[in-house]
């Protein structure tokens, strides 16, 4: 018996002898399956063929990892230190007992979150591996949560998984694509993790918003507007995608005038230009 991870998504499955049939992540229009077909890697059988994490400084207390090398999307999880535990965002698709060691040694974790099910990783195994560590899945995506386990607690709306970090669903790409505020960061001004629900460009002007990315399906300008407004609630000056993007600073004002943008060119307010 083994856990099976999908070779194109990254999300890890029910332990069983044979590989799964398919993969419902990849079947849906939001992703897709490769020209290949499915894949299936045994996540025990990772760190023998050669994979490992890296962890870096991205600002105080905020450290990027990633598996070298990738497993499927190719994510960067980010960990948030604080006062009361850690919060592992967007978990990657690859962890055995080494990289486990590797994030304690930035203290304790008390919360995995996945800021949409393409994020969801093997986050049932850095749980365990990490101590039984709390999962939270927005409940309006738990149907795509691939292996259950007694760690995974839903949630709806707003929720305050730590002291010093706040979760918010804001939808679009997914019903329950959600966001976390950690206010202590960009020294104070607040920064804001995002996975795909708002996607920074890579020179971190502007940002985008999709229902699919490989498959550029676009959102109505109604629920881009919505995106944005329950973004910009919340205060950050900062924010950072799932990929290594990142908006330095007035992030409020980039996501507004890409929001404007982005509606306007859904609604056709420039068909003239084409």
């Excluded at 063929?49 to 990738?70: A, K, N, Q």
């Excluded at 929720?159 to 976390?180: E, I, K, M, N, Y």
């Amino acid at each position: 018996m083994t856990v099976w991870v999908c070779a194109a998504c990254g999300v890890e499955h029910p332990e069983t002898e044979q590989p799964p049939q398919g993969c419902a992540i990849c079947l849906d229009e939001r992703q897709y399956v490769p020209r290949g077909g499915q894949a299936w890697r045994a996540l025990d059988a990772l760190s023998s063929d050669g994979h490992s994490i890296e962890i870096t400084p991205v600002e105080p207390d905020l450290f990027g990892i990633v598996s070298r090398p990738s497993v499927g999307i190719g994510q960067r999880s980010l960990l948030i230190r604080t006062s009361n535990g850690n919060l592992l965002w967007d978990p990657i698709g690859f962890v055995d007992e080494r990289a486990a060691e590797q994030v304690l040694e930035l203290g304790e974790v008390a919360a995995i979150v996945a800021s949409h099910p393409h994020m969801y990783g093997a986050q049932v195994q850095w749980s365990r591996l990490l101590g039984d560590v709390p999962v939270y899945v927005a409940e309006q995506d738990r149907s795509w949560v691939q292996r259950e386990d007694a760690c995974i607690r839903s949630w709806r709306g707003d929720l305050q998984v730590l002291p010093d970090v706040l979760l918010r669903t804001v939808g679009g790409h997914f019903p329950g694509s959600a966001v976390a505020l950690w206010p202590a960061g960009a020294d104070g001004l607040g920064v804001l993790l995002t996975g795909d629900s708002i996607f920074p460009s890579p020179n971190g002007t502007s940002v985008s918003f999709l229902r699919s990315y490989p498959n550029m399906l676009p959102l109505s300008a109604a629920v881009v507007e919505r995106v944005a407004r329950t973004s910009i609630e919340l205060p950050f000056d900062r924010l950072y995608g799932n990929f290594g993007g990142v908006v330095d600073s007035d992030a409020h004002a980039v996501i507004r005038r890409s929001a404007e943008r982005y509606a306007a060119w859904v609604r056709g307010d420039f068909d003239h230009l084409t």
